[in-house]
């Protein structure tokens, strides 16, 4: 054979094969894509690093996280469904819970969870799924259990002559009442006495965090019918609506506040915040548990869930590697940011080792109980119809002289259809 | 002696006038094609959307038929929803036009640093609009600037985004400040075209200045009055970022205008056929109030006589 035909053969077989190679390789490379809304560095690179450990058993995965921003998660996700360009997997808020999980949306993963080798579902309590769970199915994995806490600033009580809450702890009177009467007497000082973090007036739900302590609801538990007119409800929201307005122990609407900048006696929010506290300047903080209501002792938790769009071209690789990220060794890693709902890593030596701002009592009283004892914020199908409904109600409360009673009536007439549907 | 036959005579195909308009549609086809892409195909869509029931998390699309259409008849809101819209139109065309108006008066005389003044009041047109709105929220808010102003004159000021009236006053002025300086720039051109000569003839007539502001400056920059107006009503209608950023469409649903109820509608809500029905709603009453406002220009436009 000539030998320039000859070079020209086997140049020409060496490219053939190497493209047919790389189309082989193209065809199997699967690149997951993972909606989330935190662009937190640390909680990337965190989800990185899973995303790389996965990486060794799957050589040919990838997976990139999409923060989007948190005000607007929901809607860009939905956009994002309707443009016909849906992530793998999507982070999924508790108040979004019911839609994503009965429409069909997601794709269910208790049987492929229990297919795969050392993955124990029956670690995550039936309480941390139930928002999640579907026909026995559990539709998104409630990868982050938050409770909600107050954070204290005893630097603000103190000055303003106010207890602080780990004396009425101490003395066995850490209720509403005396809570609300410390943080009037921050707000008669000039300070900021009491902050709802994220209500602003608009997320009405974070409210939960009061008025479950009276044993109030804002519907029935089929969801069917509203409860904001409940004896518990009025009195909770009478108490709040005092609290603001006339004992000053609150910040009135229109008032942007930081807990976190120094000045305010104290903070409801979920004990991930603790991130956000100064490291210059620091004050004497305490994170405690939530006050007793008149319904005694309660604790209320935020969650987020981790699901896989049923629609995926690569629905089973998504679910193998949400499986992944979940299994107890990753729930682990994911517990320093996002607080498991693992009953094995629920102990003060795991989450001491993950979460070193906490002191063990912090991790006892405020972790573990929160989580193991809390009812998740309100959720509802059509959540965000409803929490407009009742927000656009709820207006009207948020002025001095408001009539809690006729309010709260108004708000069920016009969110009780809704609800009906 | 009988005729050569001739050939029939056939005329050329490309001719200059075949030519010349082959040019005309290869020099409208990007723009052709932008609009239809862009403008009608979506247009086209959001009507076709209308028609259906569109679960985005369920993936389900329903032919529903006119079901949008007698939803919008018998919505609740609508009826606040249009109230809002039009009372936030109003209030911003009467006073953006005015101010406008009085500004560029104002500023189209020869004075030293006119310019100066001139580029401070159009800097807002340029700022970026969530960026100047999300100022205004801290400015507006309970313990803002604006009430801390107020407070240092021994005035204590509402609460003034959520307080319904204050709440829609706020958004229409944080509006008209962001927008004046455009219609200012565009009066201030018609102003300077105006003949000064005819200014000179009417006070030798004796006519004082407000009689020559009536006579002569309001009928000849008519023409820019009807397009400002035109285009500031539209614009009026389209208003979502300031009601997005300082508002949420509350107290109550005060300051829910038609653009935001949309957007909760399809976006929030997720009921894209119902979104996709407000939105012919909103094309059909800017296509009225467009078509209303050129037909009185016959009657309001100087040179249209």
């Given at each position: 054979?000539?030998?320039?035909?000859?070079?020209?053969?086997?140049?020409?077989?060496?490219?053939?094969?190497?493209l047919?190679?790389?189309?082989?390789?193209?065809?199997?490379?699967?690149?997951?894509?993972?909606?989330?809304?935190?662009?937190?560095?640390?909680?990337l690179a965190?989800?990185?690093?899973?995303?790389?450990?996965?990486?060794?058993?799957?050589?040919?995965?990838?997976?990139?996280?999409?923060?989007?921003?948190?005000d607007s998660?929901?809607?860009?996700?939905?956009t994002?469904?309707?443009?016909g360009?849906?992530p793998d997997?999507?982070?999924?808020?508790?108040?979004?819970?019911?839609?994503f999980?009965?429409s069909?949306?997601?794709?269910?993963?208790?049987?492929?969870?229990?297919g795969?080798?050392?993955?124990?579902?029956?670690?995550?309590?039936?309480?941390?799924?139930?928002?999640?769970?579907?026909?026995?199915?559990?539709y998104?994995?409630?990868?982050?259990?938050?409770?909600?806490?107050?954070?204290?600033?005893?630097d603000?009580?103190?000055?303003?002559?106010?207890?602080?809450p780990?004396?009425?702890?101490?003395a066995?009177?850490?209720?509403?009442?005396?809570a609300?009467?410390?943080?009037?007497?921050?707000?008669?000082?000039?300070?900021?006495?009491?902050?709802?973090?994220?209500?602003?007036?608009?997320?009405?739900?974070?409210l939960?965090?009061?008025w479950?302590?009276w044993?109030?609801?804002?519907?029935?538990?089929?969801?069917?019918?509203?409860?904001?007119?409940e004896?518990?409800?009025v009195?909770?929201?009478?108490a709040?609506?005092?609290?603001?307005f006339?004992?000053?122990?609150?910040?009135g609407p229109?008032?942007?506040?930081?807990f976190?900048a120094?000045?305010t006696?104290?903070?409801?929010?979920?004990?991930?915040?603790?991130?956000?506290?100064?490291?210059?300047?620091p004050f004497?903080?305490?994170?405690?548990?939530?006050?007793?209501?008149?319904?005694?002792?309660?604790?209320v938790?935020?969650q987020?869930?981790?699901?896989?769009?049923?629609?995926?071209?690569n629905?089973?690789?998504?679910?193998?590697?949400?499986?992944?990220?979940?299994?107890?060794?990753?729930s682990?890693?994911l517990?320093?940011?996002?607080?498991p709902?693992?009953?094995s890593?629920?102990?003060?030596?795991?989450?001491?080792?993950?979460?070193?701002?906490?002191?063990a009592?912090?991790?006892?009283?405020?972790?573990?109980?929160?989580?193991?004892?809390?009812?998740v914020?309100?959720?509802?199908?059509n959540?965000a119809?409803i929490?407009?409904?009742?927000?656009?109600?709820?207006d009207?409360?948020w002025?001095?002289?408001?009539?809690?009673a006729?309010v709260?009536?108004?708000?069920c007439?016009?969110?009780?259809?809704?609800?009906?549907? | 002696?009988?005729q050569p036959?001739?050939?029939?005579?056939?005329?050329?195909?490309?001719?200059?006038a075949?030519?010349?308009?082959?040019a005309?549609?290869?020099?409208?086809?990007?723009?052709?094609?932008g609009i239809?892409?862009?403008?009608?195909v979506?247009?086209g869509?959001?009507?076709?959307?209308?028609?259906?029931?569109?679960?985005?998390?369920a993936?389900?699309?329903?032919?529903?038929?006119?079901a949008?259409?007698?939803?919008?008849?018998?919505?609740?809101?609508?009826?606040?929803?249009?109230?809002?819209?039009?009372?936030?139109?109003?209030?911003?065309?009467?006073?953006?036009?005015?101010?406008?108006?009085l500004?560029?008066?104002?500023l189209?005389q020869?004075l030293?640093?006119?310019?100066?003044?001139?580029?401070?009041?159009?800097?807002?047109?340029?700022?970026?609009?969530?960026?100047?709105?999300i100022?205004?929220?801290?400015?507006?808010?309970?313990?803002?600037?604006i009430?801390g102003?107020?407070?240092?004159?021994g005035?204590?000021g509402?609460?003034?985004?959520?307080?319904?009236?204050?709440?829609m006053?706020?958004?229409?002025?944080?509006?008209v400040?962001?927008?004046?300086?455009?219609?200012?720039?565009?009066?201030l051109?018609?102003?300077?075209g105006?003949?000064?000569?005819?200014?000179?003839?009417a006070?030798?007539?004796g006519?004082?200045?407000?009689k020559?502001?009536?006579?002569?400056?309001?009928?000849?920059?008519?023409?820019?009055?009807?397009?400002?107006?035109?285009?500031?009503?539209?614009?009026?209608?389209?208003?979502?970022?300031?009601?997005a950023?300082?508002?949420q469409?509350?107290?109550?649903?005060?300051?829910?205008?038609?653009?935001?109820?949309?957007?909760?509608?399809?976006?929030?809500?997720?009921?894209?056929?119902?979104?996709?029905?407000?939105?012919i709603?909103?094309?059909?009453?800017?296509?009225?109030?467009?078509?209303?406002?050129?037909q009185?220009r016959?009657?309001?436009?100087?040179?249209?006589n």
């Amino acid at each position: 054979m000539n030998k320039h035909l000859l070079k020209a053969t086997v140049a020409s077989a060496g490219i053939i094969l190497g493209l047919g190679a790389s189309t082989a390789w193209a065809q199997d490379a699967v690149n997951l894509r993972m909606t989330i809304w935190s662009a937190n560095e640390a909680h990337l690179a965190m989800f990185n690093e899973i995303a790389e450990g996965f990486k060794a058993t799957h050589p040919n995965v990838s997976v990139s996280f999409e923060p989007l921003p948190f005000d607007s998660y929901t809607t860009t996700l939905t956009t994002q469904i309707a443009g016909g360009n849906p992530p793998d997997l999507a982070w999924i808020l508790e108040t979004t819970a019911a839609d994503f999980v009965n429409s069909g949306a997601l794709a269910p993963l208790t049987d492929a969870f229990n297919g795969m080798d050392g993955y124990d579902l029956a670690d995550v309590s039936e309480q941390a799924t139930a928002l999640w769970t579907k026909d026995g199915q559990l539709y998104a994995y409630p990868f982050s259990t938050s409770p909600f806490a107050i954070f204290a600033n005893n630097d603000v009580l103190k000055a303003a002559g106010a207890k602080t809450p780990a004396e009425l702890i101490a003395a066995g009177e850490w209720t509403w009442d005396n809570a609300f009467a410390a943080a009037a007497t921050v707000g008669q000082s000039g300070k900021t006495g009491l902050v709802v973090r994220d209500f602003k007036y608009q997320v009405w739900q974070n409210l939960a965090s009061i008025w479950n302590g009276w044993g109030a609801t804002p519907w029935s538990e089929d969801g069917k019918t509203c409860t904001f007119t409940e004896p518990a409800m009025v009195d909770a929201l009478t108490a709040i609506h005092t609290a603001i307005f006339t004992d000053k122990a609150m910040p009135g609407p229109g008032e942007d506040i930081d807990f976190f900048a120094g000045e305010t006696g104290m903070t409801i929010t979920q004990i991930s915040r603790a991130s956000l506290l100064p490291k210059e300047n620091p004050f004497d903080w305490d994170l405690v548990p939530l006050p007793a209501g008149p319904a005694g002792e309660y604790a209320v938790v935020g969650q987020a869930g981790v699901g896989v769009f049923a629609k995926s071209a690569n629905k089973d690789v998504a679910v193998e590697f949400l499986g992944y990220m979940t299994n107890a060794e990753n729930s682990k890693k994911l517990a320093q940011f996002f607080p498991p709902a693992r009953a094995s890593l629920l102990n003060a030596e795991t989450l001491a080792s993950t979460n070193p701002l906490l002191s063990a009592e912090q991790i006892e009283n405020v972790v573990i109980a929160g989580i193991s004892n809390g009812t998740v914020l309100p959720g509802h199908t059509n959540f965000a119809q409803i929490q407009q409904t009742i927000r656009a109600g709820l207006d009207a409360l948020w002025v001095p002289d408001a009539d809690v009673a006729s309010v709260l009536e108004n708000v069920c007439s016009s969110v009780n259809p809704l609800l009906a549907r | 002696m009988s005729q050569p036959l001739q050939a029939p005579h056939k005329p050329p195909f490309w001719t200059i006038a075949r030519r010349d308009a082959a040019a005309g549609y290869v020099f409208i086809a990007p723009q052709l094609i932008g609009i239809i892409t862009f403008v009608l195909v979506p247009l086209g869509l959001v009507f076709w959307y209308s028609l259906h029931e569109w679960n985005v998390l369920a993936s389900s699309f329903n032919f529903v038929g006119a079901a949008n259409y007698q939803m919008l008849l018998a919505d609740p809101n609508l009826s606040q929803v249009l109230l809002a819209s039009a009372i936030f139109s109003a209030g911003l065309v009467v006073l953006n036009m005015t101010l406008a108006l009085l500004l560029a008066v104002l500023l189209d005389q020869k004075l030293r640093g006119i310019v100066v003044f001139r580029t401070l009041f159009f800097s807002p047109v340029v700022v970026s609009l969530v960026a100047w709105t999300i100022v205004w929220s801290f400015l507006l808010q309970n313990n803002g600037g604006i009430n801390g102003l107020l407070s240092m004159l021994g005035i204590e000021g509402p609460n003034w985004l959520r307080t319904p009236t204050t709440a829609m006053i706020s958004v229409i002025v944080v509006q008209v400040f962001k927008n004046v300086g455009l219609n200012m720039i565009l009066f201030l051109a018609a102003l300077q075209g105006v003949p000064k000569e005819l200014y000179e003839a009417a006070r030798v007539d004796g006519a004082g200045a407000f009689k020559q502001f009536r006579r002569i400056t309001l009928p000849l920059i008519s023409p820019t009055i009807l397009l400002t107006s035109i285009i500031t009503i539209v614009g009026s209608l389209q208003v979502f970022a300031q009601i997005a950023v300082l508002t949420q469409g509350g107290p109550g649903m005060t300051t829910t205008v038609l653009v935001y109820y949309l957007y909760q509608q399809a976006f929030q809500f997720h009921f894209f056929g119902y979104g996709s029905t407000l939105s012919i709603l909103l094309f059909v009453i800017v296509a009225v109030l467009t078509f209303v406002q050129w037909q009185l220009r016959k009657r309001v436009v100087f040179y249209e006589n």
